[in-house]
Each structure stands twice: as C-alpha cells, then as structure tokens.
C-alpha cells in the first residue's frame, strides 16, 4: 500500500505493543486546545499503524514542518487518546511540509 505524504506513521514496536491491531478514531490534544480526532488504521502487512483522515487538519493546525519533533504520550485507552507535544526545528525548509518525525510513549500512569 503506497501512503500519501499526509499520513503519520506509528512505529511498529509501539503499534504491536500498545495498539494490539487496533483500528477506529484517536484523540490528539496539544496543551489546553481542544482534541482533534483522527482515524487509526492498523496495516496486517506490515505490522503498524498509521494515522490517515485527520492528521492533515492536525498537521495543517500546527502547521508541523520537516525536522518538527512531535512526541505522542498515550494517556488513555479507551477512547484512545495522545497528548502531543510539538518541538519545532530551528530551521524549517520552506516547501517541505508535513513530514515530520515523531515518536511515541506510554504513559503507565493512565493505563
């Protein structure tokens, strides 16, 4: 499966580990603003997850450029919910958009 651009995808380790083949809507809050919802899809091919419809307005919101950092805290399983936090990069390219890199945690606390 070719993926656009647009798409973000959960590294497999974390996906096998945490998400167990889940598939449906997460909540993604940044700060105090309002969640946004975007859909989970789990890939059976390739063993991960992926974030498709929503993340481009997520994307588009925080305008995320090349070299952003976002860290994605699973605060909440059902519904499932990440709190992010977005590092920008000190040099942002100014046509690249919406690839950035971001990686993912577990908050034990929440589960």
């Known amino acids: 499966m070719v993926h656009d651009e647009l798409n973000q995808v959960i590294p ?6 945490h998400l167990n083949k889940f598939k449906g809507i997460a909540n993604l809050r940044v700060g105090e603003d309002k969640t946004m919802e975007v859909n989970v899809n789990f890939e059976d091919n390739n063993r991960r997850s992926i974030l498709t419809i929503g ?8 305008n995320l450029q090349v070299g952003d950092i976002c860290k994605f805290v699973m605060t909440q399983r059902e519904p499932l919910l990440f709190i992010v936090t977005i590092t920008p990069s000190r040099e942002r390219p100014s046509l690249k ?3 950035s890199q971001g990686f993912f945690v577990i908050n034990n606390a929440f589960i």
């Open 55 to 62: 993340w481009k307005s997520f994307n588009q919101k925080y």
């Open 97 to 99: 958009k919406f690839k």
């Open 12 to 17: 497999s380790d974390f996906s096998r580990a």
